[in-house]
Structures are given as C-alpha cells and as structure tokens.
C-alpha cells in the first residue's frame, strides 16, 4: 500500500499546550498533522514538563496576554496565511477570549474567500463529570461556538455546551440539534460516547447541519480499549482536521463556506464521516499497540521489590512508572496515522 499522503498542503495555527516529556497538548497536534503533510504553527497555552495526569509537573501557563502578543509577532511579520486554526487547552476564561480574537481576526481576514480559513475548536474542559478549568471558562466558550467551523467536544463538555444532560440517542439528538440551531455550527463530532448498558463500546457521533439547521447524525461504534491514555482528544482533534481537509477536497467543497455538503447528501457519506472512520482507524491501532506496550512494560516491573517499591511513596513511583508506561506510542507507528485500515463504518441516526 502506498503511503497516504494525500492531504492537501495544508498550513495550520495549533493553539494548545505543550509538554517537555510525552505526547498531549501540541507535542501531538504538530506531530500527527505534520505527518500527514501539514505545516503547523504552534502557539503554545502552557509549557509543562509532562501532563497532569502523573499527578506532579513543573511549568508555566501563557497569559492571554502573551498569547495575543505571540499573535501579533506573527501578523506583523505577515506569517498568519493559515487555511485553518485548531484551538485546544487554554488556562482561563481570559485565555480563551485570547484564543476567540485570534479565531475572529483570521475569519476576517479571509473575507469572502469562502472555504479559505476553517475554525475547529476543541472545547476543553473536562471529563467524565469533573471539570478540569474554572467554571467561568464554560461561558467563555459557549461565546465563541457562532464563529467555529467544527467543535469536538467529549460527551461531558457537549453537556456543559448543551445544556441537556446525554443518557440516550434521544438526548444526543437534542443536543446536536440544538447547539446546530443556536449557534449555526456547521460541523460537530462527539469524540467519546459510554453507554452504561454498553460498557466495552465507545461510540462517536457527528453531524453536519443542513441549511434549514437541522443534523445530519452518523454513529460509529468502537470496541473500548482496557487503559487510561493521555493526549487521544489531541491526537483525536488533529487527525480529523487532517482528514476532513482531504475529504473536503476531494467532494470539491473546499471554496464552500465551511466545507458544508449540500442538503441531499446524506449522513454516511459526509466528508465529515469519512474523515472520522479515518480517524478512528489510526487511532485504534495505534492504541492498542500502546496497551501492548504497556502491559509488557507493567510485566516487567513484577518480581522481588526493588529499592525503589521499598520506600515510602512506592504507590507514588507506581503510579508515576504506570503512566510513563501508557504514553501513546506515537513515533514508531507512523503508518497507522497515513495508512489507516478502516473496519469500523459510519451509521446513520436516526431517532
């Protein structure tokens, strides 16, 4: 099989974090989406040693004021001819503010070049009903969904966003629909959806809105994968982009205003579902092979207690060795990013 390289040249503004040690935040956006063939700017909201989830981290967050100041380098240099932004992590409502005027200015800019600039804004805020953000972050976002392209919330954000609380197909209607009608958002993806009478199934749903506003919902169920990762909305954000800019163009709907199809075309075969059982393709494979990795590295650590298990904080050391073991392995499994196998096929919903 040839390498897929076939996503357009394609120059993309990362707005996120960034990480010393590990793939989350930036360190993963630019490496997928470079690897597909995209030249990326990052702009990067905090600069940490490693990612939270080893429970301790040296670093700095960017103010928002550093953040428009970093903007503005770029504009006077005349470096700001990007075909799209991917904004993800910001620190405080006031950073996400920051993200928005960069967001507005580059929609401007654009001007009546439809199709020229796309907005996919990755709303982070938290997970599994725990915030990881102030609480005024959440209306700070809700005001920038009228100017975003695609947003790619998990299901707890895309409750927070909503307002309706999702425990069926129904209710995910209900919220697509709505966040579709009241904020005219073309594109949205649901990146993560459990069911409880579901458990070892994760399903993604996505919609592109018609003109009269109403959804176009495809499903795709996936087998859930045994592990915790960091990183996968990163990595999960940056390949769709990737992969929806080449589905894009191939269905010629790159100089449309927000690469939405026409009205007949129907769920299953949008660009943007496409796009998704790419995604999903590359990333499942490579997840499991970084499970594997990390049940072989957990397998290895077992055997007579070293010095180290010895002290004190040895649940500390192992929770800290347990993660490092589940960092996605990213760099040797390049060709699952270009070269995806696709087995799990969109759906239509229909509630």
Known sequence: ??????????????????????????????LVMQSLG???????????????????????????????????????????????????????????????????????????????????????????????????????????????????PNQFEVELLSDVKITSLTTIFEAVTKLHKQYQLPHIVITSIHFAESPTTLSVVGSTRRSDGTSRLFKIDIPSID??????????????????????????????????????????????ATAVEKVLASMHAILQKTKTARDEALEGMRGPLGTLEKERDSEKRMHLRKTKAAEVRLVRNLSDLREPDVIYRAEALNV
Request: overall charge negative.
């Open 1 to 30: 099989m040839s390498t897929d390289l076939s996503v357009p040249e394609t120059r993309v503004l990362a707005i996120a974090s960034h990480v010393v040690y590990g793939y989350v935040g930036n360190t993963m956006v630019a």
């Open 38 to 152: 995209c030249e990326v700017a990052a702009l990067n909201t905090v600069h940490y040693s490693n990612h939270t989830g080893y429970n301790q981290f040296k670093g700095t967050k960017t103010s928002a004021e550093e953040i428009r100041g970093l903007y503005e380098g770029l504009k006077q240099s005349y470096l700001t001819d990007f075909d799209v932004m991917l904004s993800g992590y910001a620190p405080s409502a006031d950073a996400v503010e920051a993200v928005g005027s960069i967001g507005r200015d580059l929609n401007l800019k654009a001007g009546t070049k439809s199709g020229s600039f796309f907005w996919a804004l990755d709303p982070v805020m938290g997970d599994n009903g725990q915030l990881y953000i102030n609480e005024d972050v959440i209306p700070a976002y809700k005001n920038l969904l009228h100017d975003a392209d695609l947003i790619l």
């Open 227 to 272: 592990c915790y990762f960091s990183g996968t909305g990163d990595m999960f954000a940056a390949l769709t982009v990737a992969r929806l800019r080449q589905a894009v163009s191939r269905a010629n709907l790159n100089r449309i205003r927000s690469w939405i199809s026409p009205d007949n075309v129907e769920a299953v075969d949008l660009p943007l």
